[in-house]
Structures are given as structure tokens and as C-alpha cells.
């Protein structure tokens, strides 16, 4: 390779570890992965709820349509939603509301508990970064560098290989006073999966930022050490 | 006044926490080093040698007494400073080699230098042709030995072509052959007027300095030393280094 083609950036560096690190970095992106899905998951089935659920047919045929078979099984199961009284779709509105904002805090600290392993076991390369020069700040750009792609492709496997198992099998159902059974569809329109990205970004860049700063504040020598 | 030395630490004190019990790395330490010169420090494990090349290289702040390197008295800068300081003037030298094991040779060599506007990929290369790994631009420090790892440690020490080569046990994790190799390739960088530390167990490495400090639970014992008066010899007959 001519060697004036290379460059060499955080990007670079950032996809040098991911690669490297191969194992790590899977298991970081389940884990994360699987955190986004739960969002997903109580985020569509609320949106769903919201979207008014009389309407269900008409959007699960176009869901049908990017996901084949996503709603036949459950058509035998399908009420008209107004058959709900107001006070149960509140109350329903409400729980999955609280649902999801339990479920955003538990991924916050799943992430925040992840990415400050994976950086603490970096102390020594930080250190290395920092003897030959890098600014607490350099260094911090590496890294959310690093935890705005491990987030991102988090994010993309949740929705695509999520996707299909929350609109198949996170039907909500729920049995009504009379013994009859009502159908929440999960919906996961654009715009969902616009704040669901945005927020994934945000919580991964965040956690990152909080774990390396912790780091940071370690003298560089004492990052050196060997053993600790 | 005299001109002031290149290097000098003026009564430096450095106590480290060891459990319940303190140890002082460096006890009252001065010294004064000049532009240009080749410096085996030697002494035991625990004697205080790495302490010393850390305060130098600012990567480490002394309890009291001053620091001073290029007239900066780098004690008294922050952290952030001081990493601006050895970006610019210091070239660190490891035991462990301390490179980034994802990345390839010539990235390692190319780490200090990432965030520049211009990326010296030639100069980098230029780099690693010298200190022999021409055909190994792209090997991760995994697929080399360790005398090539340090090889790529020392290219990556010369990217910001410093002033000044602080060495920790260089020597201390590859062959006889090797470091004999390496040495050399300290001799010919301070030939060219390159000002190199070197801390070091190794008898024939030390050899290989124009100038031998020993140390011992954080005092010289021999060689030269400084004080605010101007520089003294410790020990006359040999102290003033140990020649070829």
C-alpha cells in the first residue's frame, strides 16, 4: 500500500479497536443492542396505543406489508379498540408511559455500567496517550469516536433484527372485563425510529463521556502502572 | 548567575503511599543535565529511577522542590500543559513498549501526531525505514518481537522530532543483541544532538553513556550533581561519566 494513501484519525483508531477487540465489542453491542430493543419494544407498543387502536386494520395491513405474516397471527385475536373504555386506555397509556421511562433509565445505567469497563480496562492505553502528548480532550475524542459507532451499530441491529420479533410477537394482549381480548399492534413509525437513534446516540456518547472523564482524572503515571 | 543547565531538578521530594507506610522515591534529589547529553541512570528496583524520568517528563509533579526543563519549570504547569510540553519536547521510551495493540506499526508511530492538520504518514515512515521495519508498516505490535516493538516505541518517540529521549528500562524486555542494536541507535540520535535519559540495570547499556548517575533509595550516590550554586562532582574519578 502506497503509504502516503493512509490516513490516520480517530475514526480510524476507533474501528482499529472495534476490530481488534472483536469479542468485546460484540458483547458490547448485545448488550446494548438488547437495551435498545426494550425501549423499542414499550416505545412501539405505546405509540401503537396512542395512534388510536381502532385504526389497527388498516395500519397493521400496511405493517403486514413490509413484514410479511407480522399480523396474520394474530387476526383471529383483533377487537375494534374503541371497545375500550377511555379509563382502560388511559390507564394502559399510563402504565407503558412508565414502562418505557423505567426501561430508558435501566439502559442508561446498563450502558453507563459497560462502557465504564471498557474504558477501565483502557486505563493503560490512556495512559499511554497521555505520556506522548494527548490533552484530556483528545483523548475523549477518541473515545466518543469509539462509543458514537459501537451506538450506532447497536442501534441498527436492534432495529433490524429487533423489528421483526417486536412486531410479531410483542402483541399486546389484554384481556377485557368481559372475557373478550384486545389487540395493541406495535407500531414503529419514522419518527420513532428518529427519537429511538437519537437517543441511543446520546445515551452511548453520554455514558461514554461520564466513564472516560472518571479515567481522565487519574494521574497519567498512575495509568501506567502495570498492576494495580 | 550561571547559565542554567538544560535539565535540572532542584531538591525534589517524591513519596508515594505504599499500603499503610510511605517510601520515598526521591529524597532531596538534584541534578543538572546538559543539551546534548547521554545519561544512564542506575540503580536497583525501587531506587527512584522511573520517578525521576517521570518528573522530567511531567508525567509526574514532585511533593517539593522544582523541575526544570528548557527554562519551563514544569512542575508548575497543569496536566493539560504538561501534555502540550511533552508532545512538543519529549520523546517517552518503555520497559513494556506501551504501544496500541489494535493499531499497526505505522499507525503507532503516527499516534502522537493524529490530531495534526497534516498527518505525517511520510516522515512516519521515514521513521520506521531508519530504526529497521521498513517491511513492517502494517504488522500489529502482536505479529512483531520485542525488539521490534521497541523499535516502533522509539520511531514513535522521534514523530514530533523532540529535544529530549526519556528511556525506562529500554532495554529491559529483549535479547542481548537487540539492545546492543538499540543502544546504538540511542548513540546515533544523541550524535545528532538529541538530549537522551536513559534508566537502566543493564551495566553494558549504561556503558554506552557518556554520563552514569547511580541511585539508591532516592539519592545519587554517584555522579554529577547540581545544586543552586552550579554544578559539583560527586565523585571526582569517576564521576564525570563513564568513557568509551
Known amino acids: 500500500m ?81 371497545q375500550l373504555s377511555k379509563e382502560s386506555k388511559a390507564s394502559l397509556v399510563n402504565y407503558l408511559l412508565v414502562t418505557s421511562v423505567l426501561v430508558i433509565m435501566v439502559a442508561f445505567f446498563i450502558m453507563f455500567n459497560t462502557m465504564s469497563i471498557s474504558v477501565q480496562e483502557r486505563r493503560g492505553e490512556i495512559g499511554v496517550l497521555r505520556s506522548v502528548g494527548f490533552s484530556s480532550r483528545e483523548v475523549m475524542k477518541i473515545f466518543l469516536t469509539e462509543g ?9 441491529s436492534a432495529l433490524f433484527l429487533g423489528t421483526p420479533f417486536i412486531v410479531n410477537l410483542a402483541a399486546y394482549l389484554i384481556e377485557r372485563g368481559d372475557g373478550g381480548i384486545f389487540f395493541v399492534q406495535p407500531m414503529i413509525p419514522l419518527q420513532l425510529v428518529a427519537i429511538i437513534g437519537a437517543l441511543t446516540m446520546l445515551l452511548t456518547v453520554f ?8 479515567t481522565l482524572r487519574v494521574r497519567p503515571v498512575e495509568m501506567l502502572r502495570p498492576t494495580r | 548567575m550561571p547559565d542554567r543547565p538544560f535539565i535540572e531538578t532542584i531538591d525534589v521530594v517524591k513519596t508515594y503511599k505504599v499500603g499503610s507506610s510511605m517510601v520515598t522515591a526521591l529524597d532531596h534529589f538534584s541534578i543538572g543535565i546538559e543539551e546534548g547529553e547521554m545519561v544512564a541512570i542506575m540503580g536497583p528496583s525501587g531506587s527512584g529511577k522511573t520517578s525521576l524520568l517521570n518528573m522530567i517528563g511531567g508525567l509526574d509533579r514532585p511533593d517539593s522542590g522544582a523541575v526544570r526543563v528548557k527554562e519551563v519549570e514544569i512542575n508548575r504547569l497543569g496536566e493539560e500543559q504538561r501534555a502540550r510540553f511533552r508532545k512538543n519536547n519529549i520523546g517517552f521510551i518503555f520497559q513494556f513498549f506501551n504501544l496500541i495493540p489494535s493499531l499497526t506499526a505505522i499507525e503507532n508511530v503516527l499516534v502522537p501526531v493524529m490530531f495534526e492538520r497534516e498527518t505525517p504518514v511520510k516522515r512516519a515512515g521515514e521513521l520506521l525505514e531508519r530504526v529497521g521495519l521498513g517491511d513492517r508498516f502494517d504488522h500489529l505490535p502482536g505479529m512483531l518481537s520485542g525488539g521490534e516493538r521497541q523499535r516502533v516505541a522509539i520511531a514513535r518517540a522521534l514523530i514530533n522530532d523532540p529535544m529530549l529521549i526519556l528511556a525506562d528500562e529500554p532495554t529491559g524486555n529483549i535479547d542481548s543483541e537487540t539492545a546492543r542494536e538499540i543502544v546504538s541507535l540511542f548513540r546515533e540520535l544523541n550524535d545528532e544532538g538529541k538530549t537522551l535519559i536513559l534508566a537502566t540495570h543493564d551495566r553494558i547499556v549504561a556503558g554506552r553513556a557518556k554520563v552514569m548517575i547511580k541511585i539508591r533509595d532516592g539519592r545519587m550516590v554517584r555522579g554529577k550533581a547540581h545544586s543552586r550554586d552550579g554544578m559539583r562532582s560527586l565523585s571526582p574519578d569517576k564521576g564525570g561519566g563513564v568513557p568509551e
Not at chain 1, 405509540?47 to 383471529?76: R, W
Not at chain 1, 458514537?148 to 441498527?156: K, P
Not at chain 1, 455514558?207 to 472518571?214: P, V
Open chain 1, 148 to 156: 458514537g459507532v459501537i451506538g450506532m451499530i447497536s442501534f441498527l
Open chain 1, 2 to 82: 502506497n503509504e502516503t494513501d493512509r490516513s490516520f484519525n480517530s475514526a480510524t483508531y476507533a474501528l482499529s479497536h472495534i476490530r481488534h477487540d472483536l469479542f468485546r465489542s460484540i458483547t458490547t453491542v448485545v448488550t446494548i443492542s438488547l437495551t435498545i430493543a426494550f425501549i423499542l419494544l414499550t416505545t412501539s407498543l405505546l405509540f401503537g396505543l396512542v395512534n388510536e387502536i381502532s385504526e389497527t386494520d388498516e395500519k397493521a395491513s400496511i405493517l403486514d406489508g413490509m413484514i410479511p405474516g407480522s399480523v396474520s397471527m394474530f387476526e383471529e385475536f383483533r377487537i375494534d379498540g374503541s
Open chain 1, 207 to 214: 455514558t461514554t463521556y461520564l466513564a472516560a472523564k472518571k
